[in-house]
């Protein structure tokens, strides 16, 4: 059985940054792709990046590039999503997911292992 654990997620003031972790276990991940996604209340929830297992490939929403970065370490079994320059509007729900596919799949109902899903609040 696959467990995700997200943790990082707390409040912080815009421009600062955050690292979010996703621990992972149950199986071997060295097919899978791990993804974040985000929920704002009453939305959606949205694709925010992914990384394959072997570290091959990463893929990034638009409204995030060049300000967060999808990491994992191996040996920890952890994916990680550094934020910076953070924004009232990355408030959120994060979300950390993993399924078999490419790091271009974005849809959330494509995804079976989900985590619980850790705060994230940016203050103006």
């Known amino acids: 059985q696959v467990q995700l654990v997200e943790s990082g997620g707390r409040l912080v003031q815009a421009g600062g940054s955050l690292r979010l972790s996703c621990a992972a276990s149950g199986r071997t991940f060295s097919t899978y792709t791990l993804a974040w996604f985000r929920q704002h209340p009453g939305k959606e929830r949205d694709f925010v990046a992914a990384i394959t297992w072997d570290g091959g490939s990463s893929n990034y929403a638009d409204s995030v590039k060049g300000r967060f970065t999808i990491s994992k370490d191996n040996a920890k079994n952890t994916v990680y999503l550094q934020m910076n320059s953070l924004k009232p509007e990355d408030t959120a729900v994060y979300y950390c997911?993993?399924?078999?596919w490419g790091v271009g799949q974005q849809q959330p109902r494509m995804y079976a292992y989900w985590g619980q899903g850790t705060q994230v609040t940016v203050s103006s």
């Open positions: 997911a993993a399924d078999r």
